[in-house]
């Protein structure tokens, strides 16, 4: 009667010897030498140096077709551009090399570059606004200030090979601005009017690790890394140890 209350014992075969595989490498893995460890893990970190050579060429190659498109002066395709470098860089470990006040330090990403053909587009439409209302006295009480500053300053532009968004043509308008009454509205509505240079400067940051190839390469190095160094941890400890017995 015992028996009929007994719970069958089941067993999936394929789940089974999967689990005996699977005991069997690992109890193989762990029989492995340090030396061989050593010699796994050398390649091992020339092939996760080469995924990360990779994705540092996709990035430059996602970064210029954002420039290029910037310079071909196309809106749509800046944005499409920028969010596929985006997307990408979020979700890959880039590594890249960067130049700061002459000093080159590693970053994860792409560094800072500028969309400087749209910021020009940008800054010359409005300085063009601004000297189509500095022509017109009557719809713009100010606009004679503005003209009389740019009879100054156009002509030093020309002379000194200055770009309407260079800072020195601004600063000949504001110092020119300056010197009229109620200067200190005018040469603020004039600057305000001038795009800031950080809304066309991007940088994006990529994750220290990530899970693409070169993700996973590294983080198989770095276990592999750490077992070396726990068993040389290990055999030194041992080695004071029997230096310590002998001794006393």
């Known amino acids: 009667m ?12 394929s789940v089974s010897q999967r689990g005996y ?11 492995l030498r340090t030396w061989q460890l050593i010699l796994i893990l050398i390649p091992l ?72 053909h749209q910021y020009i587009r940008k800054a010359t439409a409005e300085i063009a606004r601004a000297e189509k209302e500095a022509s017109s006295g009557q719809s713009n009480p100010n606009g004679n200030v503005f003209a009389k500053a740019m009879a100054i300053c156009k002509p030093l532009a020309i002379q000194n090979g200055w770009a309407w968004n260079s800072q020195g043509y601004l600063s000949c308008m504001t110092s020119e601005i300056a010197k009229y009454p109620t200067s200190e509205r005018l040469e603020n509505q004039f600057a305000a009017r001038i795009p800031s240079t950080e809304l066309y400067r991007h940088n994006y940051s990529s994750p220290i690790w990530a899970p693409s190839l070169a993700g996973f390469t590294l983080l198989l190095c770095t276990l592999l890394g750490l077992m070396i160094f726990i ?18």
């Not at 595989?21 to 029989?31: A, D, G, I």
Request: proline residues 2%; charged residues 25%; positive net charge.
């Open 2 to 13: 015992g028996g009929i209350f007994r719970r069958k014992k089941t067993s999936n075969p």
């Open 21 to 31: 595989k699977l005991r069997h490498w690992l109890k193989k893995f762990s029989n």
């Open 45 to 116: 970190l020339f092939i996760a140096a080469t995924f990360l050579r990779l994705d540092h060429i996709q990035m430059v190659k996602l970064r210029s077709a954002v420039l290029d498109a910037d310079r071909a002066e196309d809106d749509a395709k800046i944005a499409s551009s920028l969010e596929e470098l985006k997307k990408f860089t979020f979700s890959h470990i880039v590594v890249n090399v960067v130049s700061e006040n002459g000093i080159e330090h590693i970053t994860f990403g792409t560094g800072p570059f500028y969309l400087e």
């Open 231 to 248: 068993r040389l941890l290990i055999w030194c400890v041992l080695a004071f140890a029997l230096i310590f017995v002998k001794n006393f």
